[in-house]
Structures are given as structure tokens and as C-alpha cells.
């Protein structure tokens, strides 16, 4: 059927069969896919389309008439008007399902992949208070979240998934009266309990001292203020210091990192050092080859890999990284690699024309790899390629590209970093037979 022969309000029944990846119940009762929020993976539901973009409508939830055997009550008392989480009530065993299913299909329909097994998905050992950054925002003098695709702010004393002493900060904070001074506020907490803290006022004006007074307790590191990209809800890459105790910093398969207030560093600690011992041991390093690490950020896979190789060179394009890069390199005392900045799509062919590399490891963002990147591996073939993903549609797209150009996708193996969501992460393994040779 053709969805644009539909026009709002009709009525529909039908099971859920799929998970979008903001956690939308699908149906497909009337031929085409209909993304109903509140609906779950075996619930029968009756709904009505809403709304249509090209061939795909969003419907509401009418009622649901058989639910779920995976639905249970939510452990949260905001869920889920809470926009941070989406599949509280849905079992971790059945999310962990839905997640390796959502991989397979990518891979086959963007991909174009259908002889390539899609692993088991690795679960978290924690799934609740796994996260070290909860970025808050603060409206009426109230931290909490903006309900899923909404501007309504829903404020919270707790939440399910932060670390104990970011819950303490929330709770303390919550009904400080100079709170109202704030839009947003960011919270990063270690393995050690400690936290950085980073904050954006209304037209960037001072915080109060009695304010920056409550801020500060034992456990807090650092204080700082970030500057708030206009209409864009994050902050932007310049920092301000207020308070500082001592560095923030965070152990990673046993390497000390420095954490600046913008680097990136993944949410869930351990599922983050299996992740990246994963795409090591995918590489299977050598100490007598050389490797490289494209998107390199502050050096968390980087150093670990020259730990068990000759040389490294990792590729970042944002110059803080960059440089807590070289930081974290002389910290852990590993020499034997080196850092570039720049763009990797302009950078890449150079460097594979200079030398060749063993193995790479690509950990793109959320976007995926730039063409550029994708035609030199391909016109550059490396024995073994590593892709780390957060988004397996952009991963999919490249798998296609590098798989048209000589490569052969080997496995892949998702690791649960995101509870209670849609989201997931990926390594995935390819080689080359042709590598050194050129195309």
C-alpha cells in the first residue's frame, strides 16, 4: 500500500515488530512502517497515524490490547515522560535482541551484506548507574531532561542510570536558589567517584558565589564554565575554569587518561575497555608492525595498541584532543607513537603513501567516514581494518563502500554501551588481500 493514500487519524491494530532507534514501537498492519511511541516489540496495539514524512508515518498509542511478554514496570518514577531513557519497561534481554536484530538489518539492506554473522550482543554487567556524563538542562531553576522529541522540561532529583555522587550533586542542587542563573549543566564522574562539573549561565555571566559554594565538595575535581552554542542546546569548545582541585582523570585498561571538559570518552567505562580490547585483539597487533588509529581523540585505543606494537600513529582532528593526546601518551610513558592533527580525509592518502601499516583502526563519529577517507583505504588496501561504530546506518553505508572496493567483511560484534536505549556499538573486523599492493 501506498502511504501517502492515508491521511491522518486512521485507525490501525496491529503487533509491534520492531524498535525504532529512538525506541518508537513499528508496525506494519498496513503494509508500510508506522513508529508508534509506547509501544513495544510484542505488544498487539490499537493506534491512529499522526503525522507522515515521505513513507514513513508516526502514529499514537490508542491502547494496547495484548501486551509484551519482555514489558515490565519501570524501576524509574519519571519514565517515561523523561526523555532519557526509552526502554526501561522493556526486559534487557529482549533489548539485547532487539539490538542485533536492528545490526543485521543494516547490514543487509545498507550494507548489502548477507553472508556475514552479527555476534551476540555483549551485555553490561551494570545496567543501571552505568554512565559517567549526564548533561542536564536547568529551566525555572530546575535540572532534568527535555521529554523525547519536546521542549517540555521535566525536572528530576534522581536518575536510574548516573553515578552516586552525580545523583548526590543533582539532589543537593535541585532547589538552591541561584540555580535559576543556569541553562544547562554537565556532570562527569570517574571510577573513583570524583566529578568534573560544567555549567552555562544566561548570557554567560558569573555564577554566584554561594552557588559555586555548593558546588564544591570533597569529591569535585574541577568546575567549569562552558560557553552555550546559541540555539543549539550544547556547549561550545571554549572553557572557562572556575574551580580546580586536581585533574580529572580516568583509568582505561590500565592507562591513566586526563579528561578535558570537551574530549570525547565513552559513557560506560566497562563496557568501554571491552569494546576497545576487542578492536585490539581484532587487529591482533605485532611489536615489529606498525599501525593506525583514524579519529584517534585523546589516544584511548592508541596507547593500548602501541603498548603491543612497534609504532602508532593516530589521526584527530580536534586540536584538544589532540594535545591531551600527547598528555596522556607521556603519562602512561608510551613513545612509541605519535599524533597528527587535522582532518583525516586530508590527511590519510599522505600518510598511506609514506609507509605501509599493518592494520588501522577506524572509530569515526556518529556520521560515519568521510568519502575521501573510504577511496584512500581503498586505493591504499591495508591487511586488516577495525571499524568501531555508535551508529551501525553510517557503519552499514561504509561496510558497502569498503567491501565494493576489495575488502572482506570478516565479523562483527555489538557491545551494549547504551542500557535501556536503542543505541548501540560495534566492532567489526575486515581484510584485504591485495594490501600493499595498491588497486
Same mark, same amino acid.
Request: charged letters at 15%.
Given at each position: 500500500m501506498d502511504p501517502k493514500e492515508y491521511q491522518p487519524f486512521t485507525p490501525g491494530e496491529g503487533e509491534v515488530v520492531d524498535f525504532g532507534m529512538e525506541g518508537e514501537g513499528i508496525v506494519k498492519d498496513l503494509g508500510f512502517p508506522v513508529f508508534v511511541p509506547g509501544a513495544l516489540i510484542g505488544d498487539r496495539i490499537s493506534y491512529r497515524l499522526i503525522q507522515r514524512r515521505k513513507k514513513i508515518w508516526r502514529g499514537e498509542l490508542n491502547r494496547i490490547l495484548?501486551?509484551?511478554?519482555?514489558?515490565?514496570?519501570?524501576p524509574c518514577k519519571y519514565f517515561p515522560k523523561c526523555g532519557g531513557c526509552q526502554l526501561l519497561n522493556y526486559k534487557y534481554s529482549g533489548q539485547l535482541k532487539a539490538k542485533r536484530k536492528k545490526v543485521e538489518e543494516v547490514l543487509r539492506r545498507i550494507g548489502k551484506v548477507n553472508n556475514v554473522l552479527v555476534e551476540k550482543v555483549i551485555p553490561s554487567e551494570e545496567i543501571f548507574h552505568y554512565r559517567n556524563h549526564l548533561q542536564c538542562k536547568v529551566v525555572n531553576g530546575k535540572i532534568g531532561f527535555y521529554a523525547s522529541n519536546s521542549k517540555e522540561h521535566v525536572p528530576i532529583t534522581t536518575c536510574k542510570i548516573a553515578g552516586e555522587n552525580t545523583n548526590a550533586l543533582i539532589k543537593k542542587l535541585q532547589d538552591h536558589r541561584e540555580l535559576k542563573d543556569l541553562t544547562q549543566v554537565s556532570f562527569r564522574e570517574n571510577s573513583y567517584g570524583e566529578v568534573m562539573i560544567i555549567y552555562s549561565t544566561k548570557k554567560n555571566q558569573k555564577i554566584k558565589n554561594n552557588l559555586?559554594?555548593?558546588?564544591i565538595e570533597p569529591y569535585v575535581t574541577s568546575i567549569y564554565q562552558g560557553m552555550e552554542a546559541k540555539g543549539k542546546g550544547h556547549f561550545e569548545k571554549n572553557f572557562t575554569l572556575i574551580y580546580k582541585k586536581k585533574e580529572f582523570q580516568e583509568e582505561? !585498561?590500565?592507562?591513566?587518561y586526563v579528561i578535558s571538559p570537551g574530549s570525547f570518552f565513552q559513557v560506560n567505562k566497562k563496557q568501554g /575497555?571491552? !569494546?576497545?580490547?576487542?578492536a585490539i585483539d581484532a587487529l591482533n597487533p605485532d611489536l615489529k608492525k606498525e599501525y593506525l588509529d583514524l579519529y584517534c581523540g585523546i589516544g584511548s585505543i592508541t596507547i593500548p595498541l602501541a603498548q603491543k606494537s612497534k609504532h602508532v600513529v593516530g589521526i584527530e582532528y580536534i586540536e584538544e584532543a589532540v594535545e591531551a593526546a600527547r598528555e596522556n601518551g607521556n603519562i602512561n610513558k608510551v613513545t612509541n607513537l605519535s599524533?597528527?592533527?587535522g582532518k583525516v /580525509?586530508?590527511?590519510?592518502e599522505e600518510v598511506l603513501k609514506e609507509k605501509k601499516y599493518e592494520g588501522c583502526i577506524l572509530d569515526p563519529p556518529r556520521g560515519g567516514c568521510n568519502k575521501k577517507v573510504l577511496e584512500a583505504l581503498v586505493e591504499n588496501p591495508i591487511k586488516r581494518l577495525v571499524y568501531v561504530s555508535c551508529n551501525p546506518s553510517t557503519w552499514a553505508r561504509d561496510i558497502q563502500r569498503l567491501v565494493a572496493g576489495g575488502y572482506e567483511l570478516e565479523y562483527v560484534q555489538p557491545v551494549d554501551m547504551f542500557c535501556h536505549s536503542m543505541h548501540i556499538e560495534l566492532v567489526s573486523r575486515l581484510s584485504h588481500s591485495n594490501h600493499g599492493k595498491g588497486l
Open positions: 495484548n501486551p509484551s511478554p519482555n514489558r515490565i514496570p519501570s559555586l559554594a555548593s558546588l582505561l !585498561l590500565g592507562n591513566q /575497555e571491552r !569494546l576497545y580490547q576487542l599524533f597528527a592533527h /580525509e586530508s590527511l590519510l
